[in-house]
């Protein structure tokens, strides 16, 4: 049974930055590609950033690419986003999720984690 | 980047089939993909793909595309399909590859 538990997600202060972790299990992760997904509170899905199955390709949304980077640890079984330069308008739950296919190109999203809440305020 | 537009709310009488579309530039190359989203709850993949259901998906969930327009056809609607409906696909730019609509509230009467 596929699992993904995100963590790191709180409140924290304009400007700062944050790194959100992602722990799966009941697969291969080393065999998927992943996603972050972020939707603010009362908006609709937001997609974040990809990373394929080897890490090797990483794509990021126009209006976060600079601020963000994905990257995996597959020895570990975990996603990383590591978001820098926080923002009001980053406030949102981040949903780890994982691709059907290792090089995401269908952007075919078949499980996602519970999320975790991340809130920029002073 | 390309947008995928959907209509914000649909509703239909329980039992009855209902469509929600989603419109887009990057669906004359690339299929759209369903989620199914209820309250306090994360995303559900419902349909990926030309027409396919992931395992316990029913099958009056179905799926269709014609030229620039995606459609997620509910057959014989159940209270329990309340929820809203968000569509994705692969983007025809290199620079922001992945585009979600804005999402469909679907209300069953």
């Known amino acids: 049974q596929v699992h993904l538990v995100e963590s790191g997600g709180g409140v924290v202060p304009p400007g700062r930055s944050l790194r959100l972790s992602c722990a799966a299990s009941g697969f291969t992760f080393s065999h998927y590609g992943m996603h972050w997904v972020r939707q603010a509170p009362g908006k609709g899905l937001e997609w974040v950033a990809v990373i394929s199955s080897d890490g090797d390709n990483r794509f990021y949304a126009d209006s976060l690419k600079g601020r963000l980077t994905i990257s995996r640890d597959n020895s570990k079984n975990t996603l990383y986003l590591q978001m820098d330069s926080l923002g009001a308008e980053d406030t949102a739950v981040y949903y780890c999720?994982?691709?059907?296919?290792?090089?995401?190109?269908?952007?075919?999203?078949?499980?996602w984690g519970q999320g975790t809440l991340v809130s920029v305020s002073s | 980047s390309s947008e995928l537009t959907q209509d914000p709310a649909v509703s239909v009488a329980l039992g009855q089939t209902v469509r929600i579309t989603c419109q887009g530039d990057?669906?004359?190359?690339?299929?759209a993909n369903w989620y199914q989203q209820k309250p306090g709850q994360a995303p559900l993949l419902v349909i990926y793909g030309e027409n396919n259901r992931p395992s316990g998906i029913p099958d009056r969930f179905s799926g269709s595309s014609s030229a620039n327009t995606a459609s997620l056809t509910i057959t014989g609607a159940q209270t329990e399909d309340e929820a809203v409906y968000y569509c994705n696909s692969r983007d025809t730019t290199l620079y922001h590859p992945v585009v979600f609509g804005g999402g469909t509230k679907l209300t069953v009467l």
């Open positions: 999720a994982k691709d059907r296919s290792s090089k995401w190109l269908k952007a075919e999203i078949d499980y």
């Open positions: 990057s669906l004359r190359t690339y299929y």
